[in-house]
């Protein structure tokens, strides 16, 4: 049968429906990423337990290894038996429980801004912050300026997108750049920026960033999804480190999906960004609140960060001995700043293959290319944990390394990336 025949037992066939082509684009679309490597798939992770052979973790974004913790798992299963399921509506209705104010109080003390407001996910809550603090022209009296570093995450760069503002995108970590695209813009200004970058895992030149702002007068939005638990005092984020937090001028985001082991996304700023965001924020008004279990979580884990701050430190080990045994064996590997270490690869299947290659050998990796990459070289991203012993680093160090040279990576005269 061909590939993209109608099969007997589909839907389409069993109701009598005929074979539509309005969607025939799709097959050259498929073909066209199959024969650049770039078909993704999805591969469910199997039940802890089923009888399937162990595999480490380095894909995942469990910075602190917390999203089993016991303490935070049974916060999790508490909440859900109190509270249900769900949270059963957006946040204006009724899906604000008093879970959410109290990880919105916590958050923002703990990484030392005025407010914060919790949202279903960091994509949401990007969102949200972008649209929402670009001034629109009636009421700034000239058309907004986003300034984007070209290395951001998709989130921001879709709230750019979506915002009723001018638009300009900047040299990645440039912060000359940007204080001349906000120089050459009268209308309020903008700057947005991851503070971890989730590709490399390089930071951004936040003090210089602010300083730029400042200049022109322009606020600055922190995507701090990576900095959170593992950087700054204890943990408080990369914002905090830079002594941006608490300033009236910036803004940061935050998910809880990383460092924290939960699920969503929050903005932290001060209390009028948090109160017009209340207010004016779709992706905040429309949406259904986030579950109260992963609130739950989310709190629990903060409370284990607090107890013990010793979890950040470590996971910056983990990241730095990672990458020391990466380039010591020849691979081309981004100096981290956090928790991702970024490997080349030589091209788009080969990093498929060399991904495949690592979980065959019992390790899981992640596998970066394009579009996802805005230089369009592919990569494989390995994530530290604050819970990996110094043995699983070695064995995870020598299978990448081993597994490269089995594809000749390692003595190819065309070097990685």
Same mark, same amino acid.
């Given at each position: 049968?061909p590939?993209n025949?109608?099969?007997p ?19 050259e679309q498929?073909?066209?990423?199959r024969?650049?490597?770039?078909v ?8 802890p337990?089923?009888g399937?052979?162990?595999v480490?973790?380095?894909?995942g974004?469990d910075y ?13 299963a508490?909440a859900a ?9 957006s946040?204006l ?11 919105e109080?916590?958050?923002a003390?703990?990484c030392?801004?005025?407010a ?13 912050a ?7 022209p ?5 058309r ?9 995450h ?9 915002a009723?503002a001018?638009?300009?995108?900047v ?22 920026? @991851? ?7 390089? $930071? =951004?030149?936040? +003090? #210089? !960033?602010?300083?730029?702002? %400042?200049?022109? &007068? ?10 959170l ?49 209340v ?7 429309? @949406? ?7 609130? $739950? =979580?989310?709190l +629990? #884990? !903060?409370e284990?960060?607090? %107890?013990?701050? &010793?979890?950040?430190a ?7 001995d990672?990458?020391?045994?990466l ?7 981004v ?7 970024s ?7 080969a990093a498929v ?34 819970d ?12 990448v390394?081993?597994?490269a040279?089995?594809?000749?990576f ?8």
């Amino acid at each position: 049968m061909p590939h993209n025949a109608v099969s007997p037992s589909s839907p389409a066939t069993r109701t009598g429906a005929t074979r539509s082509t309005t969607f025939d684009w799709l097959d050259e679309q498929h073909r066209l990423r199959r024969e650049a490597g770039l078909v993704r798939t999805l591969r469910p992770r199997p039940e802890p337990g089923a009888g399937e052979p162990a595999v480490l973790d380095l894909a995942g974004n469990d910075y602190l290894g917390l999203s089993r913790h016991p303490e935070v798992t049974r916060a999790a299963a508490d909440a859900a038996h109190r509270w249900g399921a769900g949270s059963t509506g957006s946040r204006l209705v009724s899906g604000s429980t008093a879970l959410h104010t109290r990880l919105e109080e916590a958050l923002a003390e703990f990484c030392g801004f005025e407010a914060a407001l919790v949202f279903s996910s960091g994509y949401a809550a990007n969102l949200a912050a972008v649209t929402a603090l670009a001034p629109p022209p009636e009421l700034s009296g000239a058309r907004g300026l986003l300034v984007s570093d070209e290395g951001n995450h998709a989130s921001l760069i879709d709230g750019c997108r979506l915002a009723r503002a001018g638009r300009a995108v900047v040299p990645h970590a440039d912060p000359e750049a940007a204080g001349k695209a906000l120089a050459a813009h009268p209308g309020r200004g903008l700057v947005v920026t @991851d503070s971890v970058f989730s590709v490399d895992g390089d $930071a =951004a030149p936040l +003090a #210089a !960033l602010a300083r730029q702002c %400042r200049r022109h &007068g322009a606020g600055l939005l922190v995507d701090d999804a990576h900095g959170l638990g593992v950087l700054g005092d204890g943990g408080r984020g990369a914002v905090h480190a830079a002594g941006l937090a608490g300033a009236p001028d910036v803004v940061s985001t935050v998910t809880l999906s990383k460092s924290l082991g939960a699920q969503g996304g929050v903005v932290l700023g001060p209390a009028r960004v948090i109160a017009h965001l209340v207010s004016s924020a779709r992706t905040f008004i429309f @949406d259904t609140g986030l579950a109260p279990a992963a609130a $739950a =979580a989310a709190l +629990a #884990a !903060l409370e284990v960060l607090r %107890r013990e701050p &010793g979890r950040a430190a470590r996971v910056r080990a983990v990241a730095g001995d990672l990458h020391a045994r990466l380039t010591g064996a020849g691979l081309t590997a981004v100096r981290p700043d956090a928790a991702v270490v970024s490997v080349r690869a030589p091209s788009p299947r080969a990093a498929v293959r060399w991904q495949a290659d690592c979980r065959a050998a019992g390790i899981e990796v992640g596998c970066f290319r394009p579009p996802s990459v805005p230089d369009g070289v592919s990569r494989l991203r390995l994530t530290a944990r604050a819970d990996l012993t110094d043995a699983q680093v070695e064995r995870a160090a020598g299978t990448v390394v081993g597994t490269a040279a089995a594809e000749g990576f390692l003595n190819s005269r065309r070097a990685p990336g």
